[in-house]
């Protein structure tokens, strides 16, 4: 036997929601799982609450009657819709019967509440998937017969084709094929008249140019005068873009008066990508009615004679993409030979402006940009073509921002050119900035395996790129990439000789200059080392020690002015690793060894917006610490400096200015020379190196040193850096 605590644990374990009521129908007791069930979290929010509280309409009748049979003995049940006590909808199959006391009174309800959610959906998606497969039986019936008689239709109407097929061969005229339609159409139906019209958009009519030989020449002139395009049953074959079929027609009502002895006429519209080009008409006469089989014998030379039409214009159309073809070729010819005539020392964006002129030549109305990665923006080099929005080259001016322009960023990431036929203008910028532009091409510049840029060409109408397109547009970067490479090492060689000329003329004064101040401090150590063994010979050890330091100190000259040399011979053999290069940051970090190397010395500061450039960031930080170091070194007492830059075509130029003991102008081609001084070495120390390894790192950039000032009034070192920098 169970005890009363496992019978209750039995009960809580049960699915089914296991109440027990009073005889008002209100909740005593629920079991654990119906506490579950009915989604209830605390028992005591539905103790007391009356059971008819969770049923509505006709369920809540059920239930009330099931309740009433209950208080009477009789147990009853029933399915139905109740909510949970959360308000979800759910089906039951639900018992309700007495309790009685040890006397047989009735004194309690039980109600057991069993969900059959699942059960019922199952049942009903099973109903509804038996009556869909009966439809369903009934169509595909239906669908058997009509297909039965369709492959009767078509085996006939398959021979007239194959008969109209093999009597075109490889026509390509479209007059020529619709004269043998017509020969077909009349060996296969008899007492058949047939007319073929093309549309004439201009005069806005259907313009008869072949017609069967036993059309009266009343009609003749009417039909090559041309039927309206709102002739009815024209107009009807077109807007609906199939055969119509007219039984009992009314030839004047369509403009061919002459025709009033014809009882039938079928229409047939011919369409040509997608569009009804012409009209294969047809009558006969004495009857009021089509027969099947000669609808079909219609239909089906009329679909041979589209597609034979359809393939006609195919093959036209791919004729004259060859011909566009063989012109782009003559074109992109030219752009080689032009491109091939620049001299060694062209300029690459001076290519790459002539490569957008032929570009657009061979285009709808647009422009082209092309555009390198500067600074976090993609940046317009060169332009060719009028912007039609102030509004987008202003956004163009300013640069796109790279990694948030798909269209740029996609063709950059992956090198492959996107060619767009509808451009949405919301995809980079703001719809409104953009709203000219309808398509666009972007074609990545790839040099030396890597994307130097894009090449750019929105249109201001949409354009279906074809194959000829693309391929002229990317042989056309192609070669364009193969001229800047070309050109570019021609630029590099042209500035290595440069280079090496004036490596030599610096080695010649490098080498009178060495021998002079390498031989002072030698000099020294040589005199001042007798001096020193004359005094230790005669005791005199304090004026040996003297003499000690005067060698002590030649020695240091010596080994700084190795040191020098050595830091000079470096940037002139260092790797330079090429890539974008912040110049506020090599300011700051000047800024910074400078203050340490004159810590005594007050500094005034004035920097001005910086740009980010292209170089290699460890020289370029040795030419900034140079020049900013030198100008708080010969501003004695207290020192001003201004740096700044300014944007030129095709570089940058930056300049430091100071109102320190400036120079002689006349000396100032001395000024870069190695071991070159304009002042005493005791008033201002150092090796005279410095403005040398400017000036060769600055070279070896492909830019350009100078400096102006006068004496006493400061003076202004500037250098340069191309936009591209070549490495």
Known sequence: MLTPRQLQAVIDANGDCIKVLDLDARVLTMNSGGQQVMEIDDFQQCHNVVL?????????????????????????????????????????????????????????????????????????????????????????????????????????????????????????????????????????VSDLSVGYYELDAAAGIWRGLVWSDDVSPEIVQQIRAGVPLDAPDFAEA??????????????????????????????????????????????????????????????????????????????????????????????????????????????????????????????????????????GRWRVRVQTGAVRSALLQAHMDAGFPVGHTPSFDSVAQTGEPAFVEVYDAGTDVDPEVAQDVAAHATLPVIIGGQVRGLFNVPLYETRSWTAPDQAVLMTAVHYLAAIIERVERSLQLIRSNTELQAANQELEAFTYSVSHDLRTPVRHVEGFAA?????????????????????????????????????????????????????VSLVDQAQHDVTLLFPDRPVVWSIDPLPTVQGDAATLQQVVTHLLENAVKFSPGHAEVHVWAEEREQEWAIFVQDKGVGFDPQYAGKLFGALQRLHLLQEFGGAGIGLATVKRIVARHGGQVWADGSVGQGATFGFSLPKTVVS
């Not at 949970?84 to 509440?113: A, E, M, N």
């Not at 075109?168 to 009349?186: I, K, S, Y």
């Not at 190795?562 to 000079?568: Q, S, V």
């Open 238 to 375: 077109v807007r609906r873009g199939e055969p119509v079929f007219v039984g009992g027609w009314d030839a004047a009502d369509n403009s061919l008066s002459e025709a009033a002895a014809y009882g039938v006429a079928g229409f047939v519209p011919l369409l040509i990508d997608g569009d009804v080009r012409a009209i294969f008409a047809v009558g006969k006469q004495a009857t009021t009615h089509w027969f099947a089989r000669d609808e079909a014998m219609v239909r089906a030379v009329a679909r041979g004679l589209g597609l034979a039409m359809e393939r006609a214009v195919q093959a036209q159309q791919l004729q004259q993409q060859r011909d566009d073809l063989n012109r782009r070729t003559r074109e992109l010819e030219t752009l080689l030979q032009l491109t091939g005539n620049q001299s060694e020392t062209a300029d690459s964006l001076a290519v790459i402006k002539r490569a957008q002129g032929m570009v657009l030549e061979l285009l709808p109305p647009g422009f082209a940009a092309y555009y390198e990665a500067q600074g």
């Open 531 to 583: 001096l020193t063994a004359k005094e230790l010979a005669q005791g005199n050890l304090s004026r040996a020690e003297r003499h000690v330091g005067v060698v002590r100190d030649a020695a240091k000259r010596m080994e700084a002015l190795l040191d020098a040399m050595l830091t000079l011979s470096r940037a002139g053999r260092a790797m330079l690793n090429i890539r974008a290069v912040p110049l």
């Open 52 to 188: 008819t509280s969770w049923w509505d309409g006709d369920d809540r009748a059920q239930l009330e009657a099931a309740l009433d049979a209950a208080r009477a003995g009789e147990t009853r049940t029933f399915v139905g819709s109740a909510r949970t006590f959360k308000g979800t909808s759910k089906r039951w199959f639900v018992t309700i019967s007495p309790l009685r006391d040890d006397h047989g009174q009735i004194t309690h309800l039980l109600s057991t509440s069993r969900d059959i959610t699942a059960q019922h959906r199952a049942e009903e998606a099973r109903q509804a998937a038996q009556a869909q497969l009966e439809q369903q039986a009934q169509v595909l019936e239906q669908k058997v017969q009509h297909q039965t008689q369709e492959l009767e239709e078509r085996a006939t109407a398959l021979d007239a084709f194959v008969r109209f097929t093999e009597a075109v061969g490889t026509e390509t005229d479209l007059h020529c094929l619709a004269h043998q339609a017509v020969t077909v159409v009349q060996a296969i």
